[in-house]
């Protein structure tokens, strides 16, 4: 079925129409130019394999993701759709606020949480096999192909800068308390100061005070 339930949240978003389709870019340049348009099948997958990387990169910075599937379909209720599942559901929320509304390649990105949480339920197996009679018009997931080392290779990459970023939030939250600890010690002093600074001058207000009396009493012990 084309309609499918939007959840209120979801391990999966959706990344809406993101892709560019090799075909329709095609199909869109055949019908500009009124000429036949050939697909240089080599550059489409180099442009494919720099659009996952980007995407990849860019949604691991919200969490770990457990799966990223990018549409192969060439229905319109389809093509260019991106998934992204992640092992945490606060982690997808996040990446929906952030990436909702952004834009990639000139255009704005449309996101929403997803009701596919298992993927082998929603691809097509016959597309897995290379034997799907429907072909791109199919109403299951066709997933573009990706090699597991470059997979493995993003996951070791965004690891460590998911590390790198938890030891640079670890030495902000370091400085900043040691900051607040400067400060706390800081107003201590100067409150002291303060109080020092008030008994200082009663003391001086009181020797005043005793020197103005002793004073008066010598002119009073003189006039008598």
Same mark, same amino acid.
């Given at each position: 079925?084309?309609?499918?339930?939007? *959840?209120?949240?979801? *391990?999966?978003?959706? #990344?809406?129409?993101?892709?560019?389709? *090799?075909?329709?870019?095609?199909?869109?340049?055949?019908?500009?130019?009124?000429?036949?348009?050939?697909?240089?099948?080599?550059?489409?997958?180099?442009?494919?394999?720099?659009?996952?990387?980007?995407?990849?990169?860019? %949604?691991?910075?919200?969490?770990?993701? @457990?799966?990223?599937?990018?549409? @192969?379909?060439?229905?319109?209720?389809? #093509?260019?759709?991106?998934?992204?599942?992640?092992?945490?559901?606060?982690?997808? &929320?996040?990446? %929906?606020?952030?990436?909702?509304?952004?834009?990639?390649?000139?255009?704005?990105?449309?996101?929403?949480?997803? *009701?596919?949480?298992?993927?082998?339920?929603?691809?097509?197996?016959?597309?897995?096999?290379?034997? =799907?009679?429907?072909?791109?018009? =199919?109403?299951? %997931?066709?997933?573009?192909?990706?090699?597991?080392?470059?997979?493995?290779? %993003?996951?070791?990459?965004?690891?460590? @800068?998911?590390?790198?970023?938890?030891?640079?939030?670890?030495?902000?939250?370091?400085?900043?308390?040691?900051?607040?600890?400067?400060?706390?010690?800081?107003?201590?002093?100067?409150?002291?100061?303060?109080?020092?600074?008030?008994?200082? &001058?009663?003391?001086?207000?009181? &020797?005043?005070?005793?020197?103005?009396?002793?004073?008066?009493?010598?002119?009073?012990?003189?006039?008598?």
């Amino acid at each position: 079925s084309r309609l499918h339930h939007r *959840p209120a949240f979801s *391990p999966t978003i959706l #990344i809406k129409h993101v892709y560019r389709h *090799p075909v329709r870019l095609a199909e869109l340049q055949q019908a500009a130019t009124a000429g036949e348009t050939v697909i240089d099948e080599q550059k489409a997958m180099e442009d494919f394999l720099c659009f996952f990387e980007d995407f990849f990169l860019e %949604l691991s910075k919200f969490g770990r993701i @457990d799966a990223l599937h990018v549409c @192969d379909n060439l229905g319109d209720h389809m #093509i260019g759709h991106v998934y992204c599942k992640f092992f945490n559901e606060e982690d997808a &929320s996040d990446a %929906l606020q952030v990436m909702n509304g952004r834009y990639y390649d000139g255009r704005r990105m449309e996101v929403e949480f997803s *009701p596919v949480t298992d993927f082998r339920e929603a691809r097509c197996r016959d597309f897995d096999e290379d034997v =799907c009679s429907r072909g791109g018009f =199919c109403n299951f %997931l066709h997933v573009k192909p990706v090699p597991p080392a470059l997979i493995r290779s %993003l996951e070791e990459e965004s690891e460590v @800068d998911r590390r790198r970023e938890e030891d640079d939030r670890r030495d902000r939250e370091r400085e900043e308390r040691r900051a607040r600890k400067r400060e706390r010690r800081e107003r201590r002093e100067r409150k002291r100061s303060r109080k020092s600074s008030r008994k200082s &001058s009663r003391s001086r207000s009181r &020797s005043r005070s005793r020197s103005r009396s002793v004073t008066s009493d010598d002119s009073r012990s003189d006039r008598d």
